[in-house]
């Protein structure tokens, strides 16, 4: 079970790791600090956080091999620490299932705030808000799975948060910076890339089928259409 006021900071910065404790507990969260990519995983098993703040350049082991470690086996939002104006980190970690990003130098102000924001979209629904079913398809968040004809897929937590969130909006078309924003919750950064990645990936998973369909709309964006 998470530790619903815990905050795990990883960086090998000791400074910014200050930094960030002290925002971070000036505005009532518990923190707890990790410098050593190495030790990252063990101390995030322990904790259990309700969120972690992830630094991408740590010595030895870095910011993507730990976020890939967490993703196998916790669904627990990850904020990554990147360089200013770094495009590429920020697309590679939305596509290895970060869920916002904060550039560095960064403001106190903004820090809390996209904290605040992640942990707010990550609080858990209703059960019965949390799945969705179809012919032949249950998609739940409930305990992140999609099953297909009676077999779930093996699918990472976005592609299963954008497939959700774009069945559960039958028929309504969205555009890739709104689907950027109601599905990894940042503002669009210039580059709607990682979107397209996440929809192809889910139609090769999903294949073909007559009664349902996630459609690219040319020229706007995608919808999910259930057909009659």
């Not at 309700?50 to 904020?79: C, F, H, N, Y």
């Not at 102000?109 to 858990?124: D, F, G, M």
Request: proline content about 5%; hydrophobic content about 40%; some cysteine.
């Amino acid at each position: 079970m998470e530790n619903n006021n815990v905050i795990l900071v990883i960086d090998d910065d000791r400074n910014i790791l200050s930094i960030i404790e002290m925002y971070l507990k000036k505005a009532g969260f518990s923190v707890v600090t990790c410098f050593s990519g190495y030790e990252a995983l063990p101390v995030f098993r322990n904790v259990k956080p309700a969120l972690v703040v992830l630094d991408v350049m740590l010595p030895g082991k870095d910011g993507w091999s730990i976020l890939r470690d967490i993703r196998q086996e916790a669904t627990t939002p990850v904020i990554m620490l990147t360089a200013k104006g770094d495009t590429g980190e920020r697309v590679k970690g939305l596509e290895l299932g970060a869920d916002d990003y904060i550039a560095k130098p960064f403001d106190s102000n903004e820090l809390i705030a996209r904290i605040k924001a992640v942990l707010r979209r990550s609080t858990p629904m209703p059960e019965a808000e949390r799945s969705i079913s179809l012919p032949n398809l249950c998609i739940s968040l409930e305990n992140y799975s999609v099953i297909l004809d009676g077999v779930q897929l093996e699918m990472p937590p976005k592609e299963i948060e954008l497939l959700y969130f774009l069945a559960s909006h039958a028929g309504k078309v969205f555009t890739r910076e709104q689907l950027l924003e109601q599905v990894w919750g940042f503002d669009f950064f210039g580059d709607s890339r990682t979107v397209d990645v996440h929809v192809k990936r889910i139609r090769e998973k999903l294949g073909e089928r007559p009664n349902w369909q996630l459609k690219t709309v040319w020229g706007v964006g995608y919808k999910f259409e259930i057909r009659q």
